[in-house]
């Protein structure tokens, strides 16, 4: 699992448009953060989510919106199931 957090909504649909297109990956949601932070969460295998973990650090951060890209390659078995959409 794959989780990339931006500034602004802007940011984090090119850095996700462009994980989809480069990586074997799942969209599973955005969701909202704190007050400016917007975050989506992707799963794949430990590789794919890696790769497109890559891309979005370098899509968003040429807007200036990168805040945090981390992967979870082992996630909890209560983060199994999909999380709640804000």
Same mark, same amino acid.
């Given at each position: 699992?794959?989780?990339?957090?931006?500034?602004?909504?802007?940011? $984090?649909?090119?850095?996700?448009?462009?994980?989809?297109? +480069?990586?074997? #990956? #799942?969209?599973?949601?955005?969701?909202?953060?704190?007050?400016?932070? *917007?975050?989506? #969460?992707?799963?794949?295998?430990?590789?794919?989510?890696? *790769?497109?973990?890559?891309?979005?650090?370098?899509?968003?951060?040429?807007?200036?919106? $990168?805040?945090?890209?981390?992967?979870?390659?082992?996630?909890?078995? +209560?983060?199994?199931?999909? $999380?709640?959409?804000?």
């Amino acid at each position: 699992m794959g989780l990339v957090e931006t500034r602004t909504t802007i940011g $984090l649909v090119k850095a996700l448009d462009e994980m989809l297109k +480069n990586a074997d #990956v #799942v969209y599973e949601g955005r969701y909202k953060v704190g007050y400016f932070l *917007t975050a989506c #969460v992707v799963r794949g295998e430990t590789g794919a989510v890696e *790769t497109a973990l890559d891309v979005a650090r370098r899509t968003a951060g040429q807007y200036g919106e $990168l805040v945090a890209a981390y992967a979870i390659p082992f996630p909890y078995d +209560n983060m199994e199931a999909r $999380l709640p959409h804000a």
